[in-house]
Antibody, heavy 122, light 108 residues
Framework: QVQLVESGGGVVQPGGSLRLSCAASGFHFSSYDMHWVRQAPGKGLEWVAVISYDGSNEDFDDSVKGRFTISRDKWKNTVYLEMNSLRAEDTAVYYC???????????????WGKGTTVTVSS | EIVLTQSPVTLSLSPGERATLSCRASQSVNSLLAWYQQKPGQAPRLLIYDASNRATGTPARFSGRGSGTDFTLTISSLEPEDFAVYYCQQRTKRPKPTFGGGTKVEIK
């Protein structure tokens, strides 16, 4: 079955950096776009970023554009979220999610990991 | 940005009752809308996509309808495991995908 396992969260000071990882299994990783979605404590869901199935293009929410990068390693079946210039408002649980469709982007997220917590605080 | 407004914020019902959740978009999203269920401490789960298509594994008691700006998720008869928070999400390419603020379905 599909499994997504995030790691790399932690406590970081404002202005700092963190790299999140998401290890995928149970499906053909190289056929699906992968997303990151976050949820601030007690709040709703916020889409953050997506990378295409082949790594050729990505898209970001305006709130993280220029600070976050997304990448993937097809040999390790892993997607990454590199977060720089972190702010207090980036504090959230970060979820990795698999797109619904193979080969093209639907922006519907059909499988999710359990999430990893990022806290930005001095 | 397309804003999704969900109502009510909280819905208090008993098991066996019918639940009707609303999601209104600030501009048309055609039928490009999904519904997710999230239980405490868990990741969201996709229930409905393209307004009315049930995702694999979604029980038949869940149904979605609507197009344009007004959408509804209906749970025909609430089971104990259905008490959760429900989010709608639109997926128009530009602007970016956004989520509603959520509706909590709680036990009365």
């Amino acid at each position: 079955q599909v499994q997504l396992v995030e790691s790399g969260g932690g406590v970081v000071q404002p202005g700092g950096s963190l790299r999140l990882s998401c290890a995928a299994s149970g499906f053909h990783f190289s056929s699906y776009d992968m997303h990151w979605v976050r949820q601030a404590p007690g709040k709703g869901l916020e889409w953050v970023a997506v990378i295409s199935y082949d790594g050729s293009n990505e898209d970001f929410d305006d709130s993280v554009k220029g600070r976050f990068t997304i990448s993937r390693d097809k040999w390790k079946n892993t997607v990454y979220l590199e977060m720089n210039s972190l702010r207090a408002e980036d504090t959230a649980v970060y979820y990795c999610a698999k797109d619904l469709y193979s080969g093209h982007r639907s922006y519907y997220m059909v499988a999710w990991g359990k999430g990893t917590t990022v806290t930005v605080s001095s | 940005e397309i804003v999704l407004t969900q109502s009510p914020v909280t819905l208090s019902l008993s098991p066996g009752e019918r639940a009707t959740l609303s999601c209104r978009a600030s501009q048309s999203v055609n039928s490009l809308l999904a519904w997710y269920q999230q239980k405490p401490g868990q990741a969201p789960r996709l229930l409905i996509y393209d307004a009315s298509n049930r995702a694999t594994g979604t029980p038949a008691r869940f149904s979605g309808r609507g197009s344009g700006t007004d959408f509804t998720l209906t749970i025909s008869s609430l089971e104990p495991e259905d008490f959760a928070v429900y989010y709608c999400q639109q997926r128009t390419k530009r602007p970016k995908p956004t989520f509603g603020g959520g509706t909590k379905v709680e036990i009365k």
